[in-house]
């Protein structure tokens, strides 16, 4: 059973950093890529980066290059997303998620991320 634990968020000033994690469980981990997305209020979710099973392909959306780093620790069975420079705008909830081979989304239960003075 596939399960997806993120954890790491909060109420945080703009400028501030945060690192989430995510925890997985359930399938082959180390062999998959994983994603992080969020999703604000009446918004759609978005991907924010996505990393390879070795974790040397990154992609970035463009609103968080240079700001956010996506790592993983393969033999941890975690993602971490380090977010620096927060803005106010990148509040949401971050979700985690893992694509299946046969293509079903699997996520997380979310974590709040608040950039807030």
């Known amino acids: 059973q596939v399960r997806l634990v993120e954890s790491g968020g909060g109420l945080v000033q703009p400028g501030g950093s945060l690192r989430l994690s995510c925890a997985a469980s359930?399938?082959?981990?180390?062999?998959?890529?994983m994603s992080w997305y969020r999703q604000a209020p009446g918004k759609e979710r978005e991907l924010v980066a996505r990393?390879?099973?070795?974790?040397?392909?990154?992609k970035y959306a463009d609103s968080v290059r240079g700001r956010f780093t996506v790592s993983r620790d393969n033999s941890k069975n975690t993602v971490y997303l380090q977010m620096n420079s927060l803005k106010p705008e990148d509040t949401a909830v971050y979700y985690c998620?893992?694509?299946?081979?046969?293509?079903?989304?699997?996520w997380g239960q979310g974590t709040q991320v608040t950039v807030s003075s």
């Open positions: 359930g399938f082959s981990f180390s062999i998959y890529a």
């Open positions: 998620n893992y694509r299946s081979p046969g293509r079903d989304d699997y």
């Open positions: 990393i390879s099973s070795g974790g040397d392909i990154i």
